[in-house]
């Protein structure tokens, strides 16, 4: 039996992240790991913090009955109750656990919400670069993810997105600090936004929800701060997970928090609550759901983050490779060099970000094209790897440049 022509077309085209992944698996069996310098995949390698493995361990020891059995959907009261409460303290707005969902990760939150209010043919509006599964998500449900460029320094274009703008127009879906550059979106980029929604939703009689996804809002450099979308913007969602402040990835644990001022908030909370049924999940894992309950505020040192940051650009700076300065998360988005030698131009089809990057996979250098972000000409470095690492990768960048 064959399977689904469009999921073999969308195969094809899949996560450049992932490929890049698997490449540096193959590249390791080949030279040791050691000799491969990959910064491909946003794996945060910080181990969790005290307080989440202590609660680890007094969780697994229980001998409470039931533990282990089906819960609510939308998860267990006291876990929802202690989501409300973070989310509160970061958006500036009381929050109660009927405004909260748990779900499986940052990305079963994204698919909930988008199945809970596309119809076929609606947009998804997300300024470019963005994470590349954006796309398939928006894409699950019948809708399209619509790209818009941000500025050169990576800032919002609010006039660009309010210019794309249409009746079409289900969501704007932003990613602060942004996943692959770093940058962080200020106030003045969030109060113009909302202004231009509120705008379009009295003209044309559809307000957009405004979509912030931020597993990344704790890891932030020089003293920045993400501002709260709730504040600014009735028609408000937060998504969001424990993957890379408390470096649980694996335990893909997340949530939905709607603000409590947005239209028909109750219905878009049921909504939630029925698609996390109907998509499979059922619920959120619930031995990690009472983990977080008790653990949730656990207090986590990102410090060694900025330290491989400023080791990394060290790196790049002796390469004379050109990079955006972030100002959180764990990504360096840098400008791919034109080619100098002949033999380096690029060939039909090739993108120069694809073709630079292919060029250093022959030093053993993982990179992923900024293609498969929607912004050709960069590439994406994670630094979320040892310190030998970068260090190491040094004269590999430095030749790679050279014979490029």
């Not at 493995?53 to 001998?63: C, F, Q, R, V, Y």
């Not at 998804?124 to 941000?150: D, K, M, Q, S, W």
């Not at 957009?208 to 996804?213: E, F, H, N, R, V």
Request: with cysteine; aromatic share 10%.
């Amino acid at each position: 039996m064959a399977i689904a022509p469009h999921i073999r077309e969308k195969m094809e085209g899949s996560s450049f992240i992932r490929k890049m992944f698997e490449e540096g698996i193959a590249l390791k069996k080949i030279h040791g790991a050691d000799k491969v310098y990959d910064f491909s995949i946003g794996n945060p390698d910080l181990e969790p913090p005290k307080k989440i493995l202590d609660t680890i361990k007094e969780m697994a020891l229980s001998e409470d009955k039931g533990r282990h059995g089906y819960m609510p959907n939308p998860g267990f009261v006291e876990t929802r109750e202690a989501i409300a409460k973070k989310v509160s303290g970061e958006q500036g707005v009381t929050l109660n656990f009927g405004h909260t969902v748990m779900s499986v990760g940052a990305a079963g939150a994204l698919n909930t919400v988008f199945k809970s209010i596309l119809s076929p043919g609606d947009e998804i509006i997300v300024p470019a670069p963005f994470f590349a599964e954006y796309t398939r998500y928006a894409e699950n449900h019948g809708g399209t993810l619509v790209p818009v460029p941000t500025k050169e320094d990576f800032s919002l274009d609010v006039e660009a997105i309010k210019n794309r703008l249409s009746e079409k127009t289900a969501g704007v879906l932003i990613n602060s600090p942004n996943n692959p550059t770093g940058k962080i979106y200020s106030k003045d980029d969030i109060e113009s936004l909302s202004k231009a929604l509120k705008e379009h939703g009295a003209k044309s009689g559809r307000t957009p929800y405004l979509i912030a996804d931020e597993p990344y809002r704790k890891i932030v450099y020089g003293g920045k701060t993400v501002t709260p979308v709730f504040p600014y913007y009735e028609n408000a969602v937060v998504v969001s997970s424990f993957a890379k402040d408390l470096s649980l990835p694996g335990e893909r644990l997340g949530y939905i928090a709607v603000n409590p001022t947005c239209e028909n908030a109750e219905e878009f909370i049921q909504a939630c609550i029925f698609c996390t049924r109907t998509l499979g999940y059922v619920n959120a894992p619930g031995f990690f759901q009472r983990v977080i309950a008790k653990a949730w505020d656990a207090e986590a040192d990102y410090s060694s983050y900025a330290k491989r940051r400023d080791a990394l650009t060290d790196v790049l700076d002796n390469a004379k490779i050109q990079y955006a300065e972030p100002e959180g998360a764990f990504y360096l988005f840098c400008k791919a060099p034109e080619p100098k030698l002949a033999e380096n131009q690029l060939k039909t089809g090739q993108t120069l970000d694809g073709a630079f990057c292919d060029h250093l996979k022959k030093y053993c250098i993982l990179a992923v094209p900024g293609k498969g972000f929607g912004k050709e000409g960069y590439f994406r470095l994670a630094y979320c790897v040892s310190f030998e690492t970068i260090v190491n990768s040094k004269e590999p960048f430095a030749k790679a440049m050279a014979e490029w």
